[in-house]
C-alpha cells in the first residue's frame, strides 16, 4: 500500500529571515504615533499658518488712525480683535476745519498786518506836514495878487483845506483797501493751502499704510516659508523611516524570484507491510472476491 506524505516548499532560509525582518520593522514603524518620542507632533506634520507681524499691525492701526478710530488690539495670532474708542476725526479733518476758519466775511481779518495803523498814522502826519508847508505859499500868493486878507483869499485857503482834507482821505482810504485787500488775498491763499492738504494728508497716508503693509506682506510671505520648510522637514523625518523598509522589502521581493526553493516530503502514518497483509494482498489478485465468498 501506498505512503501517504505532505510536500512542503519553503525558500532559502536567509531569505525567510529578511522576511521576518521586515514584517518586524513595518510593525514597529506602523505603531510609531505622531508626537510620541522622537516622532513629530500632528502640529508640526500638518500646514501652519504664520502670524500677522508687527509691519502689518503697524499699517493696519495706520489706517485705523485715518479712518478715526482708536487703539487696535491684536490676539495671539495677530488678528486683530478689537478696537478702542478714537476721537472719530478723520487724518484730513484738521485741515478742513482750519480752512473754514479762512473762509467768510470776516476772514481776512486773521491778516491783516499789525504795523498797518502805524503805517497810516505816519503817512498821514508826512502828509499833514507837507500840507502845512503849502499854507505860507498860499498867504504868499495872495500878497503878491494883492489880495491878501480879503474874499479871495479866505476862498483860496478854504479850497486849499477842503482839497488837502479831500486829499488825506483818500490817501487814508487807499492805504486802507490795500490792507485790506492783501488781507484777503492771504486769506484766501491760507483757505486754498489748507484745502490742498486736506487732499494731499489720505495720499500721503494711504501711501504709508500701503508701504507698511507691502513690508508686512513680504515678512509674512517669508514666515510662511519657513513653517512651510519646517512642516516638510517634519513630514520627511516621519515618512523617512517607513520609506527604507518600503526599499527593503522592495529588495526582497526582487530577490525571491532567483533564490532556489527546497521542496521536503512528510509522510503521514506509514510503516512496513507485514506478511499477512501480504499474502492477504496476493489472495485477493489470485482469486478474486467472488472466490472468498465461494459463489
Known sequence: MATDYTQTTRRAPFLEAAQENYIDLLTQQVGRAPGSTGVPTLGEL????????????????QAASQAGLGQLTFGAEGQVTGVGQGTGVSGYQPYLTQA?????????QQFMSPYQQDIIDTTLAEFDVQTAQGVPQLAANAITAGAYGGGRDAIANAQYASDAARNRAQLQASMLGQGFTQANQLANQGFEQQRQLASLQPSLAQSSVQQLGAAGTGNLAYQQALLDAQQQQAQLAYNEPLSRIQAFGSGIAGQAGGVPTTTTNTGLGGGTVGPLSQALSAGLSAYGLGSIFGS
Not at 473754514?100 to 481776512?108: D, E
Open 46 to 61: 500638518g500646514p501652519q499658518v504664520a502670524s500677522q507681524n508687527v509691519l502689518t499691525q503697524a499699517a493696519q492701526q
Open 100 to 108: 473754514g476758519q479762512y473762509s467768510g466775511p470776516q476772514a481776512y
